[in-house]
């Protein structure tokens, strides 16, 4: 069937090209310093990894069989090893170079040669190898970690059972412990136990870093890591079997599989031991006495997943919106305003209106995301590593995951609908990365679990605060709140503020573009949104399990969303927070504007909570989506130098319709057109016979 | 890397299986007379279809390469040839059956066999053959149709341009008249003028339907469409010339390429003259003077691909919600109620709130995509076909056709993270039918551009309507449609009947679930829209075309919002209706509420439009998502039946997960825990060991 599409949005308006410095006032960003700014805290590793990234043999080949693809992204592995891309965090004796947020952010770059690399990489490096960094001990790292980091033993990472998804406390595979030979049994009862969805099970995992039910003595200490061979050069070991997942909605280029266990025997010396060991007698030791947090600290250590997914996603939203963006930029489709010319279709408002704020969301992504990284980092290298440094740290990346996972879906569908059928053509690129990025979504934690982590912090957050608070302690907080600044990394926001400075906010609104408005806003709706959910939760101690809950699930929905507004005031202070770093006074009044869009784009999409709740007049209401048009045309001249920011080449983008070949055509045609204007050959409109015609017989409606 | 989630939202609450007839209040739908009526006004045809789609030979293997995918594809549409199933739609006298409706019906169906074949028997006998039909003449369909019927000339419908998509008016191919050799001479003059996009143009067309611009003694009569042969066994034939347009975002198993003419030479005849005929000589004519109306007229005859894009996008909808809530209502995760057992996942609000109010608009899409196509069937068939029955039928399957693709996408989107990695696997189904129905937004016109139409005759509607209307006219309109019943098919609805009656608008939403409360709201937004718009748009007149351009782009969103807010309301109608058809009281209570979740659900959407414009108090406003809640809960325990109730088997779904095998694993993995449980080795929880411990130390903090 036919695509009679390729246009966005059909009329009138516009700038023209020659009226672009006119438009602009003259203003113009400093693209260079912008990319440097955008290029986050490690830029060397990033562009280290964009000039590998831009490399003709790490990109991905469309087409390929499914045998052909994941051998590809395996042979790509060995390149990066050989590259020495991979190895930034693992220890100095080893030869890595312990650089945590530097090993982070040229990961996430290989994103743009292929989804397929990246997540492999991440299995093999991130994953497996990073298990046993940090769940084992030196002996484990000296004896497992030279084969994990030179690629001589892929391995994968056996977490996830079919029975158990996100809910990775109860998986029912087990390692009992066998006093008699010092041996773990590693053991798969149900079929619901099955580990599935594992990368490198299906071929070419060697090994694996399972998560099991750990027993002695009788006792299940909770989930434990276990090293276990699974296959050698003739297939899978004695006791280890397993399926294919065959083909996925995405990442085709990793042969993800299912592995299960019967009675396989390993070492007692296999236990990753650093939070949990088995002597040769049975008995169990822990450095952590609670089995729930000695769990929670376990799977703390494997936090970067979540991080480098939210940095991914960002970059692969980039990559879109600088295709997308400009190859409107060039297009031009029905001519309204004028007869000779058609419009450039992002001067029509519509076409604006969907790509300009996912524009100013990247930016807000990027800035927040590399304040993840920056937290990350302190984390991981020790410099500031506290409990409530762990804590953020999770609830951060949780967070902002989940907000930039989603986000680069609708960036990329968008995209590839503004871009028509050339946007449905693999060879453009929007389509493939939208499918590999898919299961970004679910993977290392579903959204909609993590939002609910986050919504769960803030109530805790809520009630430390406020235990035994009565309404005048309340109303104390409020109005020391309302003088200060934001209290908290990541955890709840000066709280109740609003109590006392509700009035100001709604007056100081009417300048709209006041930073502290902004804030005051979207602080506000977060924190009233959790003070009303713990309110009516605070019945739940009362009530039975099972009433409390009921009484939990009734608000389940409304505390994933109070998780989002959090998420997304976050992502607005890192931008803010940006804005005070840019030097360059046009780039700052863009930026500024972008920023804004992004602000008062939040307000707009909760604007229903805002007039409810009595922060905005029906008046103030109407004037945000007004002020957003205005936005919208401003930022129009900058879109382009926005999108370059991102710093990504041709050999990075890889899209034709982002070559400049859709200007030549244009040129191609006018060229054309004039011609034969010229030649005095060109066949005469029908419609201007019969004006002539209708002139003279219908004087008056001719002239419309 | 590990997919971690599976799982949607972590909480509590719940209703286990044995509850479910206390829950239902012993309320059951009657299953099978609501899948009667889904199947709409051509049942006979719809069951046939299935039967035939249920069949192994049509149904879509993952995996193929390009080649042999796009040999399959062609191979099933020589079965379904075989078979009879798509020459229902063609003259009685060359073997069909001038079944128009009907025939639209079973090829909607064929989306669940494959969505490639589908759209590759769409270009075959929907688009190629609908051309020779429609715009050729009785000469024509004897001399092509056999063997288009018959498929042995595979054709391509070649309108599409790169350089214009839903711009078909603006095209430059060439179909310039030559009297001396009584031929028309084809040509592609520049890059941006080949034929993009095109079904069959990569491989297996013969012939094609071009499109192009008729210029015969000098005169530019337009977009003409002419039977040009392209290709025989050997390759090309001379002048003719195309690429392939590759791998694409989905519909991989049909042969998109370009295709490019250089000075083509067709006879005469192979005009398709039906609405514009050339002489020998080179005189020029047509039954329709207005060359604007003849081409719109031209296009219309086409309109059946929007009418079946519209349906097909609901019917996938249909599987893929079937195949979410199946799964949902079968899986567990997380055990918060209760010690003994986990949760089924479509228990969590969250669940809900992802998956039930997509059915409740399917439900709404399969009511108003029945309308649509009884309205088609009455044009085509001549039993109603004026000229406003014509526009409105393109009206409504610009406003439908648009609303449903992007809601497939949705639905399919949210079914694949619903079910979380599972849904991931290209053997459940959800990533390869998103991908396939990925281009139905853009195809047969870009969602935007005729969102953008229905936008422009809703105001035309309007601007008939209060053509030099005075205040006291409009009061007196408004106050005759407040007594009175919505008035045109799919035009503006009642206008201004708000003026009228806007406080008992207010009143009347008390009771949320009065039907006629919804109705007012509903159509009181789009005609409030629409009036605002208008009232800005009055000034375009005495501006310069430039001007009044900028004007009209700066209100560009803003219709295409009140473009969707029509169609949404014809859509409530659309179930409203279907409702005073339902007999068993059960079926019509449930459907109600579901009817009202659908109608709430807009209204909750744009609940800050209702705000601003003091429609809905803030009280009332909370009330409404309230009262969707409790809809959630009461819908709940019906959601299987009301998937069932799409009709659609195993054969269809294809999806394992929703074949009953999560519920085996679930029986197995409680057999085995109680299994354990009961031999007494089972291991002790370290949790239980620790807190006798801590009950001796901490007597207090142990209770918790």
């Given at each position: ?23 602009t ?27 590998l990234t ?35 965090a ?33 299995v ?11 769940l ?5 790292h000296?004896?497992?970690?030279p ?25 029912a ?48 200490h909770?989930?434990?890591?276990f ?21 996925k ?14 009675n ?30 000695r ?27 600088q ?36 524009l ?15 937290k ?50 693999a ?18 934690g ?5 939002l609910?982590?986050v919504g ?53 609104v009417?300048r709209?573009q ?14 009233s ?45 890192a ?10 006074p ?11 869009l ?25 004037s ?6 205005r ?5 129009r001249?900058?879109?382009?130098d926005?999108v ?18 859709e ?17 005095g050959?060109?066949?005469v409109?029908?419609k201007a ?15 419309k």
């Amino acid at each position: 069937m036919v695509d009679t599409s390729l246009s966005p949005a059909a009329v009138e308006g516009g700038i023209l090209d020659e009226d672009r410095d006119h438009v602009t006032d003259g203003i113009r960003i400093d693209v260079e310093e912008l990319s440097e700014k955008m290029l986050g805290s490690w830029p060397e590793q990033r562009r280290a990894a964009r000039r590998l990234t831009a490399r003709p043999e790490f990109h991905r080949i469309e087409g390929q069989s499914l045998e052909e693809y994941r051998d590809t992204v395996f042979g790509q592995l060995k390149l990066l090893v050989e590259n020495g891309q991979v190895h930034r965090a693992f220890p100095k004796q080893l030869g890595g170079m312990e650089d945590h947020g530097g090993n982070i952010a040229g990961f996430e770059e290989l994103v743009t040669a292929d989804p397929s690399l990246q997540i492999k990489s991440g299995v093999q490096w991130g994953l497996f190898g990073a298990a046993v960094l940090h769940l084992g001990t030196r002996e484990h790292h000296e004896r497992f970690l030279p084969g994990i980091m030179s690629l001589e033993t892929p391995g994968a990472f056996a977490m996830t059972e079919i029975g158990h998804g996100s809910d990775v406390a109860s998986i029912a595979t087990t390692a009992t412990y066998d006093a008699e030979t010092e041996e773990f049994v590693i053991h798969t009862p149900i079929r619901a136990a099955w580990k599935d969805y594992i990368g490198n099970a299906a071929v070419h995992g060697k090994a694996a870093a399972v998560f099991a039910q750990l027993i002695t003595n009788g006792v299940n200490h909770g989930v434990h890591c276990f090293y276990v061979p699974i296959r050698d050069d003739d297939g899978f070991l004695p006791g280890v079997g397993g399926e294919d997942d065959g083909i996925k909605g995405g990442l085709n280029g990793i042969d993800n599989g299912r592995l299960h266990f019967t009675n396989v025997r390993i070492p007692r010396s296999n236990l990753l031991n650093r939070y949990g060991n088995v002597d040769a007698d049975g008995t169990y030791s822990s450095p952590i006495a609670s089995p729930g947090r000695r769990f929670f600290t376990m799977l703390g250590t494997l936090v970067q997943g979540r991080v480098s997914l939210d940095g991914a996603a960002v970059l692969a939203s980039a990559v879109g919106l600088q295709i997308a963006i400009t190859y409107a930029s060039q297009r031009r489709q029905f001519n309204a305003a004028s007869d000779v010319q058609e419009e450039v279709i992002l001067d029509y408002q519509r076409h604006q209106r969907r790509l300009l704020p996912k524009l100013a969301t990247t930016y807000a992504q990027t800035f927040a995301h590399d304040e993840l990284l920056v937290k990350f980092d302190g984390v991981f290298s020790g410099k500031r590593d506290t409990d409530d440094d762990r804590q953020d740290l999770e609830t951060l990346a949780a967070a902002l995951k989940s907000l930039s996972t989603w986000h680069a879906l609708d960036v990329l569908q968008e995209a590839r609908e503004a871009c028509g059928g050339a946007g449905f053509l693999a060879e453009n690129r929007l389509t493939s990365l939208r499918a590999d990025l898919d299961v970004y979504v679910t993977f290392e934690g579903d959204n909609n679990v993590l939002l609910q982590l986050v919504g769960k912090r803030l109530l805790g957050d809520y009630g430390k605060r406020f235990k035994d608070a009565d309404a005048t302690t309340l109303a104390r907080f409020a109005a020391e709140q309302a003088r200060g600044k934001v209290v908290n990394g990541t955890g709840l926001r000066s709280l109740a503020q609003t109590v006392a400075d509700f009035g100001s906010t709604a007056r100081s609104v009417g300048r709209l573009q006041d930073e502290q408005a902004q804030r005051e806003l979207l602080t506000d709706r977060v924190e009233s949104m959790i003070g009303t959910i713990a309110g009516r939760l605070r019945a739940a101690s009362k009530l039975s399990k099972a009433e409390a809950a009921a009484l939990f699930n009734q608000n389940q929905n409304e505390l994933i969303e109070a998780a989002i507004a959090h998420a997304e005031l976050l992502q607005w202070e890192a931008f803010t927070e940006a804005l005070s770093t840019i030097s360059d006074p046009a780039t700052k009044k863009v930026l500024t504007w972008l920023r804004d869009l992004f602000g008062f784009g939040l307000v707009e999409k909760h604007l229903a909570w805002y007039l409810i709740h009595g922060r905005l007049s029906g008046q103030r209401a109407q004037s945000v989506t007004a002020y957003i048009d205005r936005l919208l045309a401003r930022l129009r001249p900058h879109a382009v130098d926005l999108v370059d920011a991102f710093g990504y080449t041709q050999a990075h983008l890889r899209a034709p319709i982002a070559s400049g070949i859709e200007t030549e055509r244009q040129e191609e045609a006018a060229a054309y057109l004039a011609d034969l204007r010229a030649s005095g050959n060109a066949p005469v409109d029908e419609k201007a016979t019969k004006s002539t015609f209708d002139a003279l017989n219908h004087p008056k409606k001719s002239r419309k």
